[in-house]
């Protein structure tokens, strides 16, 4: 031991005292998270565009329906040309038209459907069309009469208020569908102008008329003096 020069023994040099790190408190060090290189993976792939589907067509190709042709251009429900002239054939014995009446006579008609008891026209009111039952009944009755008594049955193949294409009288009854029921109505007006237009085909009109008013007529000659 070194003496210092006062005599005593020289002190011993301090240690140096090592810098140790603190204890550790359990926690792990935070690591860093590199963010720079997940966006760089995070970053949304552009949407890729989606094409429909292409339609896959049928082995056949189904054919479009035609529309059905009407009688009339402006009103109801219309019948064919043809379906009109057949049935007119078939009930009344109007045939022999020209190609020039075929296509002037359904344009003469309209067609309008009604279901049962539905009102076609009243009694008392002053008429304009004249009906030809394409389908179904009809039944012709005075108010007047207790309970509304049925003085005719119109059935496919009749017609009825045919005088109201030739005078401005009211009507002498009412009629009344009696279930489903397709009539073909002549308005006077169309047949008014039918008979400049085409006076040969509106004859042919009349003619049917008149047949009609005739068997009527000896019909109620008959009930009147009780023949049947």
């Known amino acids: 031991m070194a003496k210092s020069f006062l005599g005593g023994e020289d002190e011993k040099p301090a240690k140096e005292k090592k810098h140790e790190p603190p204890l550790s408190s359990g926690k792990k060090p935070e690591e860093k998270t590199n963010l720079a290189g997940f966006f760089d993976t995070a970053k ?3 949407e890729k565009e989606v094409k429909p589907a ?7 190709a189904e054919k479009p329906v035609p529309e059905e042709k009407t009688a009339v251009s402006a ?5 064919t040309g043809e379906g009109i002239t057949e049935y007119l054939e078939k009930y009344f014995g109007i045939s ?4 020039s009446d075929k296509k002037d006579f359904p344009g003469l008609f309209e067609t309008k459907t009604y279901k049962k008891d539905e009102l076609i026209f009243r009694q008392n009111e002053t008429g304009e069309e004249m009906y030809f039952v394409k389908k179904g009944l009809v039944k012709i009755y005075i108010t007047e009469l ?3 008594k049925t003085i005719a049955l119109m059935k496919e193949g009749t017609l009825f208020g045919e005088i109201a294409l030739f005078d401005n009288q009211p009507r002498s009854a009412e009629a ?3 279930g489903d029921t397709e009539l073909l109505l002549v308005g006077k007006q169309k047949f008014n102008s039918l008979k400049e237009t085409n006076p040969r085909l509106a004859l042919k009109i009349v003619d049917v008329v008149l047949e009609t008013f005739c068997k009527r007529l000896r019909g109620t000659t008959r009930k009147m003096y009780g023949l049947y």
């Open 44 to 46: 949304a792939e552009p």
């Open 54 to 60: 292409p339609e896959k067509k049928p082995a056949f």
């Open 75 to 79: 009103g109801g429900a219309g019948e």
């Open 96 to 99: 022999g038209l020209s190609e």
């Open 146 to 148: 207790e309970g509304g």
């Open 176 to 178: 009344k569908s009696m």
